[in-house]
């Protein structure tokens, strides 16, 4: 199985095509997905990458962080999982009183 890395501070203009090219320097990229706002369909500054071997996303975290690419430079890290639990999800306890 794959892991999913986040992937800050893009430029506007950065394409999926830019990242992917990136990212295969290191190890085969199975996907990369610029995140849009959907009101305006610009970048949002942020995109995931998700790399098809574990060590080579390892590999790519410590390589490519600090990477400058389109005149900014990238901050390259572990996704969070937001399938486990979601956004603000319950804090666990009992039933409330």
Do not use: I, W
């Amino acid at each position: 199985m794959g892991k999913k890395l986040f992937v800050g501070n893009l430029a506007y203009a950065v394409t999926e095509d830019d990242l992917r090219q990136l990212f295969e320097r290191v190890g085969p990229c199975e996907s990369a997905s610029v995140v849009m706002d959907r009101d305006t369909g610009q970048s949002r500054g942020f995109a995931f990458v998700m790399m098809v071997n574990p060590a080579d996303a390892e590999r790519a975290k410590k390589e490519l962080d600090g990477t400058e690419l389109h005149g900014r430079r990238l901050r390259v890290d572990e996704a969070n999982d937001q399938s486990a639990g979601g956004r603000g999800g319950s804090r666990g306890g009992g039933p409330r009183r």
